[in-house]
């Protein structure tokens, strides 16, 4: 090799960009490949969704805060989280673990509980995986499949202009949480004798340790009869999935900072560590709540839903990608978020 | 945890075993769950099937000597390779990779170089991943999906008493050239002068590095209306996946030395380690090869194909299960494979 790029360089979406541009898809079967939540896989009538995520110890979690129930939940769940994106149905997963010799098999069985516990919650059968030993360190692969009706799935890319762009739950909270369980950490590590203090914290750190995916508006979407015209979920952190859609979809939009989802709870603790709000709504992350966009027709079917905001609009590319914030300032939404890379 | 227990007591099959013996399906498009070589999924008219892998540096392979064009090519071919032990058509993956920043671009690129090789050569999509940044080594987890007709798809559970015993290929070629480069690493590694002597080993260091999947095999199946009644890949080893059959089946066999499939380079390369090639066909593991059972009618449908051997037959449980030696003897078989948490 002559040359070294850095991967840093490119980040993480630069670099799947990079790996999979020449893709062409074989089977006709591959309805949707690389670039979504998921792949669409066509069988007949119905068509399958795929999806995997891979979660690395000291880069995606930390055991000394993690109690490894919650982490065999949330590795489901943000899998799960990837189906629901699609407009689809997680039906089965699979899991894979590599466990160093540090791990007893009580603390296996602990991680599997929340596995099996995600399973029951959302209907989804395990059906496979892979078990091995690592040298160092605990790393999770799970695959998640889910089904969705023919050409009922729904990419990130076909967002248009004039169309509402909205958001489930709310934003931020998952963030707020890190940062309370990393303070604890460091007080630990530098006092062991001085207790944790997380009292009243219990949302905050509930978002971040154990994440639901949106069953719910998955369900309020059929039960309304309602199909978004694009949708992704917010794990890298609510900037940074916008710019995705107006990118995918060569759009762009105006979001409005008075209508970000903001959780009582949460503006309460990010006041705590002197940190706006509105910063950890768009560039936290982990929130695990779904990013779509709905003709503007569409509307009256979401009034009535209270775990729905309208956060602003699609707009014509030339218009840019801008936040208004409370004080009628306008702002380019940058991607603050998380590059796996630096 | 009162109670710590050793993950290496349990063994990996062990643990899988423990770690889903409670699972109910509760999808009925789930077909066949955890215990095979993948996963079995109903889709109206054809079944999907799902497996993965989870392959780690230090654990899987070594970079030492395993070039990363191979490394992405042998990580799809072991995903393939169950697909195929199903009796089905891999049609789509997913790849993930944990990478450190140790990994340029370029090293990225030969890795995918080589994804796209094997998908390429198998008709296969890559429909998906996630890439993230690993503390260390080198991770890669994938997913295979493929499709069989309904109800054609071939467990391990079901060897009938009196079937036949099956394998393709030649087996041991893996382990002897896994052999020669920890040998060639060692000698580096004490003296890095000295030039690797692997010269007239390309045979078993072949075998090692750029495995292929039974496509062949399958489709001769196709060609000669043949299902096999219970199949696998062999992976940890012949003597290992026999037992696998055997216990998943609640029968016996009888395997007779003389019949084992084996190389003349793989024999002349074992007796320069002064090793039985019989020990490595039996133990030596990642041969990627099938091994399955079919009824004693269907006998004449292989006699035409040399890349078949019958090695022994399927019998009654209370007789055991057992290796006829060139000698005579009697040996019952043993797993000597490898078990990952020792």
New interface residues.
Partial sequence: ?D??????D?G?FG??E???Q??E???A??V???GDD??V?D????Q?V?????L?E???FDLAYTPLRHLGYKSVIVNLSDVYAMNATP??I?V????S?R????????F?EGV?AA?DKY???????????????F?I?V?A?G?VATDKFVKRSTAQIGDLLCCSGDLGAAYVGLLFLEREKQIYLESPQVQPDLEGEQYVIGRLLKPEAQKNTIDFFEASKLIPTAMMDVSDGLSSEILHICKQSGVGCTVYEEKLPIHEEMKRAAFKFEIDPTACALSGGEDYELLFTIAQNDYDKLVLNEQISVIGHITDPVEGRHIVTKGGNKHAITAQGWN??K
Wanted: charged share 15%; aromatic share 6%.
């Fill in positions: 090799m040359h070294r790029t850095e991967i840093a490119l993480e670099l799947i990079h790996l999979t020449n893709i898809l074989q089977n079967s591959s949707l490949g690389v998921a792949a896989i069988h007949f009538g119905k399958t795929v999806t995997t995520d891979l690395l000291g880069v995606h039906t089965q699979t894979s673990i590599g466990i010799n791990f007893s098999l009580e603390a296996i069985d602990e599997y099996y399973c209907g989804v059968d395990l059906v496979g995986g892979d078990t091995c030993s690592s040298q160092k360190g790393i692969s695959t499949i089904e796996a890379f």
